[in-house]
């Protein structure tokens, strides 16, 4: 675990190195909010149909393998992003790394393998903590690689560090990754029946419990995806921020995800259970995402930015515990891949819908609509509450 943890950060501190630059780097080419926000999008949706095939090959030929292959995808699409000089090729080296993230489904699936059924929910909070930590030291480099100006900013200074560091994760793997996934369990899937994606993805989607966690999960990502792919934009007319601002401000949020996920949780969850965590954190994000826009200074705005971080930081380990909890140990890559394409089309429409609001109704409407999202996910919530004792019941 302390390896896969090593490596996941490595990667993301990449990965958030180019989150305050996207939105700038995309209207330095003249694109409008809503082709901005597609921009990011494209990651998410050549990952919507990469992940569960990366993850269902995982099952089948283990997990060092497709996590080797996505980080070498990594450090080549950054490189493309550095050399991006029309909009076009953006969207393309955005595609090509999207269609190369193969590599969180298969550490959540990493973490299955190697954890118990007792302390899965602190495995899942550790690999969430890399997702946080990344977002601390990513967007502070980044943002002060590119500098404070969005109209001068450097865009490929940030591209080649997340390049440098995603080759540094895949050596990483290279030499300390040990495989997780035992090879009985390997040869069991690799000679049962192959697994086909669409059937298999609607065949999860319909078991009991699992089609209901797998939505809350959407539209929990979606609401928060919808707000990170806008909120650069949003400060930018609010307070005249730039990259660097941008990028202090998500190294914060980083810093709470990261406390959340990899000390807190364990805790957490022993002492309220998954489902009400999850109940917590919708609240949470749905108020958070109020304030946000009502903010008109800085002391708001950050309690506005805690709030919202909690309630996603608690809300998307305890999911993805409950989902890895419901299924048997020879699928747990395949049916983690569905939960996570789930999750990667939310980063596709969340962004897009987001981009729309903005650009159609005002720079408030994607955090108040987000909010509004919320408020019905609440109602999801307490039904996976209500048939808590009749799904524990069933997995025995």
């Known amino acids: 675990m302390p390896i896969l943890f090593l490596i996941v950060l490595i ?15 995309a209207e ?8 901005v926000t597609l921009v990011m999008a494209t990651y998410s949706l050549a990952q919507l149909f990469s992940a569960p095939l990366w993850g269902s090959l995982s099952d089948r030929i283990g997990r060092r393998p497709v996590l080797l292959f996505s980080l070498g995808g990594a450090t080549l699409s950054y490189v493309g992003l550095g050399f991006a000089d029309e909009l076009w090729i953006l969207f393309a080296a955005r ?53 404070p100006d969005a109209a001068n900013a450097d865009f490929q200074s940030p591209a080649f560090a997340a390049a440098g560091l995603s080759f540094a994760a895949f050596a990483m793997a290279i030499f300390l990754l040990k495989e997780s996934l035992a090879p009985e369990l390997r040869r069991r899937t690799a000679s049962g029946p192959r697994t086909r994606y669409w059937p298999f993805m609607i065949e999860t989607l319909r078991r009991p419990h699992l089609g209901l966690l797998i939505g809350v999960s959407f539209l929990a990502t979606l609401v928060f ?14 307070f005249g921020w730039g990259p660097e601002q941008n990028g202090y401000l998500f190294a914060f949020v980083g810093i709470l995800i990261a406390a959340v996920q990899g000390g807190l949780i364990g805790p957490l969850v022993r002492r309220f259970g998954e489902e009400r965590l999850i109940l917590q954190g919708t609240v949470a994000l749905a108020l958070g995402l109020v ?44 049916v983690l891949g569905v939960a996570r394409a789930a999750t990667t089309l939310s980063r596709v429409v969340g962004p897009v819908c987001a ?31 209500k048939t808590k004792p009749r799904a524990r019941k069933a997995d025995r």
């Open 95 to 147: 595609a090509f790394g999207g269609a190369m993230a193969g590599n969180i489904a298969a550490a959540f699936a990493y973490v299955a393998d190697v954890t118990t059924p007792e302390n899965r929910a602190k495995g899942m909070g550790l690999v969430g903590a890399a997702f946080g930590l990344g977002f601390i030291a990513g967007p502070a480099i980044g943002g002060v690689l590119a500098g």
């Open 11 to 25: 990667d993301l501190i990449g990965f958030g190195v180019i989150i305050p630059l996207l939105p700038f780097y």
């Open 225 to 238: 995806a919808g707000m990170e792919a806008t909120f650069a934009m949003w400060s930018e007319r609010q």
């Open 355 to 385: 981009g729309v609001l903005f650009a159609v109704f005002g720079k408030e409407w994607p955090f108040f609509a987000g909010a509004a999202v919320m408020v019905g996910v609440l109602f999801l919530g307490l039904r996976i509450l």
């Open 28 to 35: 330095y080419f003249r694109a409008t909010p809503d082709v």
């Open 291 to 334: 304030i946000i826009p009502l903010s008109e200074s800085l002391a708001p705005l950050v309690a506005a930015m805690v709030i919202a971080a909690y309630g996603f930081s608690v809300t998307t380990p305890s999911l993805n515990s409950l989902i890895s909890l419901r299924v048997g140990a020879t699928e747990q890559g395949g």
